[in-house]
């Protein structure tokens, strides 16, 4: 029972977490604690969707598991983001390349990587 129990204290998936489609998860801000349950997803790339410098260990991490980083800065927004066309299209093109799948879309907290920009990608607003 205490391996198990160990084992499972490791595998704490990020903020929001949740599968989208297979192959595309979305979630909040990954990490340290998390980098053990994501390595379990198989990623090829991480696409974030803030603009502030990535951090040091995030990238690491990255290195380490051969995962693609794509950055398309969304501004943050309590109620509603707003989206220029030309980063809709730019994270479009990123998570519609299968080449680049699976894939973790992420924000601060798992919002706007959920919902805002799918939702105006989708209806063109």
Known sequence: MG?????????????NFAEVVPGIYRSGFPTLENFEFMKGLALK????????????ENVAFMV???????QVPI???KDTANISAENILAALSVVL????????????????SGVQWYSAA???D
């Open 97 to 112: 390349d299968c080449s680049n799948l699976p894939i973790m879309i992420h924000c601060n907290k798992g919002k706007v």
């Open 122 to 124: 989708s209806t063109g």
């Open 75 to 77: 501004p943050g927004n």
């Open 64 to 70: 380490d598991n051969s995962i693609r980083h794509f």
């Open 3 to 15: 391996d198990r129990q160990t084992r499972q204290q490791l595998l704490v998936p990020p903020i």
């Open 45 to 56: 790339s991480i696409l974030t969707l803030v603009p502030e410098k990535y951090p040091d």
